[in-house]
């Protein structure tokens, strides 16, 4: 079953030269798990803003289980639980509450809102925040409840805008994996936008990359890393200032101070990985390309058309 269909969707604003979002199709199934990668101005909050019908689109459709959003003004609230960027409205009620609160207006009774809050509050470990107000809490702690309200009541759809930003090394782990045990226990289909493309690999099943208000890229992460690069990722650690002793024909990137990074054909990887000096190394890795590497490919790729990108 198809949960969203977006049939050639551009919004265009006043004033601005560039449509924020340009044509844009895409069919998200039911039960995915669906990640939209993209940089900062890529159109990504613009366009999941139109799908749960905060923002209407200059042209094109938007359709959740067959039927337009923009028909009725309240329909997408019904079937979506949408984490903003920002929600001030929770700003004067405690965790507690604005986890049952919004439980029961989506349609809990007041004893089952009750006992999902404090499923909720055990799960997502913010207990301790429970009689808190969201005005009094941190950036990673508000995030985290507005995570939180999004997945209260249980609605057949998440869209989640930036889920783990502001949010500890644990914490992150701890969202991506709460996710992806929700969606294999009850189905959920979970739409969100993030930069943690290293992080979000480990759940996401499909992905799609904006670049410029234009969606470049669409299909399954393995699909596209083996389009994108034949090769293997060679990470070696070095300690800082001194260059990596590679053979001359690999060109190699310092990611960060004594970290670099180079690509290897599969039949020179025993020739080079033989001529190592390991005893000059630190640490090394050898993988397959990762969905940061694709992330990095196609916001970097520049003139590609998005028709030539898109894998079903």
Do not use: C
């Amino acid at each position: 079953m198809k949960v969203y269909e977006l049939e050639q969707v551009t919004k265009q604003y006043p004033q601005q030269p560039q449509p924020a979002n340009r044509e844009i199709t895409l069919q998200i199934e039911a039960g995915e798990i669906f990640g939209l990668l993209g940089d900062n101005g890529a159109g990504k909050t613009t366009l999941v803003r139109q799908m749960v019908n905060l923002q209407q689109p200059t042209t094109g459709v938007i359709k959740l289980f067959g039927r337009p959003v923009a028909a009725d003004p309240i329909y997408a609230a019904k079937l979506v639980g949408y984490m903003p960027q920002d929600a001030n409205a929770l700003n004067n009620l405690t965790v507690g509450e604005a986890l049952y609160f919004t439980g029961h207006l989506r349609g809990l009774s007041r004893y089952d809102a009750q006992r999902e809050r404090d499923q909720l509050l055990e799960t997502w470990q913010i207990g301790e925040l429970r009689d808190k107000y969201s005005s009094k809490l941190s950036g990673g702690q508000r995030r985290l409840l507005r995570l939180v309200v999004a997945i209260a009541g249980g609605l057949p759809v998440l869209i989640l805008d930036e889920p783990t930003n502001d949010l500890d090394p644990q914490r992150r782990r701890m969202v991506w994996e709460n996710l992806r045990q929700l969606n294999q226990a009850t189905g959920t289909t979970i739409i969100f936008i993030t930069h943690d493309a290293i992080e979000a690999e480990k759940i996401i099943e499909r992905v799609g990359i904006m670049r410029a208000g234009e969606l470049v890229a669409v299909g399954r992460p393995t699909t596209l890393k083996q389009q994108v690069a034949q090769q293997l990722r060679l990470e070696l650690l070095f300690p800082p200032h001194r260059p990596p002793s590679l053979p001359q024909h690999l060109t190699s990137t310092e990611l960060q101070p004594g970290r670099w990074l180079t690509w290897l054909n599969r039949e020179e990887v025993g020739v080079v990985l033989n001529g190592l000096d390991l005893a000059q190394l630190d640490d090394f890795r050898l993988t397959s390309a990762t969905l940061e590497d694709l992330y990095v490919h196609y916001t970097n790729q520049a003139g590609t058309a998005a028709a030539e990108s898109t894998i079903s």
